[in-house]
């Protein structure tokens, strides 16, 4: 509560700010002195338009769809200390990149409160926004606890609520990218109609890419001896699996909060791996293992390797420069996965 406090009276100060900013300069045809008011003042008919995304594989997608035109927009990628979006938090700086953008894409589920606030204060009232989980609508998934699975510690109070949790990851199906992609051409259409040919045809080429890698996992999936896989860590790839029928077992649901394990839950992990005779056992990318490692540890599988599975949930920006894409980490995934289907 307090939190939301906070950001909607920042976004009242830092819309204050600009008002006074940018009436100045417009006055005296002056620039703007600071970089703030600049970007303020050069949303209303720049030719320069700017699209602020939150996490990596929205930023790639406008990039690919964009093209060679992406240079002449102004593309914000705002998780881009590797922070995950569950934890992230606005600065205020973030608050008026936001504020004065033509296109806004965001996750849009629980993790996203702070969005509404965002938005209220936007200074670009012809901005466009795009939610994933909006577009998927009703594909949207409920976050599933599987047998074995560390249930998430109880809240203080027994009467609260029950409510529903979606399952955020939606882009770890190349079905729901391919969808989402389609989405964000539209926008950028919209926003750009001059270009709009281009836009039509990178998504084109973009979304045939998407859907021969989607082809390659089904023929894995499909000829695979054992389709289950076994993680030690959270389990962020629910949308991914469901795409090519593969089961799971877990030690925790998609980005729980929770990373202690208990007994049970890593004797019940450590059962399934002998169970299924597995040689492997996952992680998710910047794990610690040390679940991984117990759950080998009490199994009779002693010499079973842990090996990871990238959910993009933590490309730094350092990365996304440096020829990181949605699809090169989903290229890795595929060849972490032919190797353990083999
Ligand atoms: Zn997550």
Redesign the pocket.
């Known amino acids: 509560m307090f939190r939301n406090t906070a950001i909607a009276a920042m976004v009242l100060a830092i819309g204050a700010m600009c008002i006074t900013g940018c009436s100045s300069a417009n006055k005296d045809g002056s620039q703007p002195s600071t970089t703030a008011e600049k970007n303020y003042e050069t949303s209303g008919n720049s030719e320069k338009f700017s699209i602020v995304c939150t996490i990596f594989p929205e930023y790639d997608w406008v990039r690919e769809i964009m093209g060679s035109h992406a240079k002449d927009a102004d593309i914000t990628y705002l998780l881009d200390s590797g922070t995950?979006?569950?934890n992230f938090q606005p600065t205020a700086e973030d608050i008026l990149k936001i504020s004065s953008c033509d296109l806004f894409i965001h996750v849009g589920g629980e993790s996203d409160k702070w969005v509404s606030d965002a938005l209220n204060g936007a200074v670009n009232k012809d901005m466009q926004t795009l939610s994933l989980m909006a577009i998927l609508g009703d594909s949207a998934k409920e976050e599933e606890i599987k047998d074995g699975m560390e249930a998430e510690e109880e809240h203080d109070g027994e009467e609260e609520e029950e409510e529903i949790e979606y399952d955020?990851?939606v882009w770890l199906s190349l079905k729901n990218s391919k969808l989402i992609c389609e989405e964000i051409e539209k926008a950028i259409a919209k926003t750009d109609p001059e270009n709009a040919p281009d836009y039509g045809s990178n998504l084109a080429d973009y979304a045939a890419r998407l859907d021969e890698l989607d082809r390659k996992f089904a023929s894995i999936a499909g000829s695979a001896n054992n389709k289950v896989l076994i993680f030690g860590d959270r389990f962020?790839f629910r949308y991914f699996v469901d795409d090519y029928d593969i089961d799971y077992y877990a030690a925790f649901a998609?980005?729980s909060a929770e990373s202690e394990a208990s007994f049970k839950t890593v004797s019940f992990l450590s059962d399934k791996l002998s169970e299924l005779n597995c040689d492997t056992i996952f992680t998710i990318e910047k794990s610690d293992k040390s679940v991984a490692e117990a759950v080998i540890a009490n199994s009779k599988k002693k010499d079973c390797s842990i090996v990871e599975l990238d959910?993009i949930?933590s490309v730094s920006s350092a990365d996304a420069a440096s020829g990181v894409t949605y699809l090169s980490l989903m290229e890795q995934n595929y060849n972490v996965l032919a190797e353990y289907f083999n």
């Open positions: 995950d979006l569950h955020e990851h962020p998609g980005c959910s949930q």
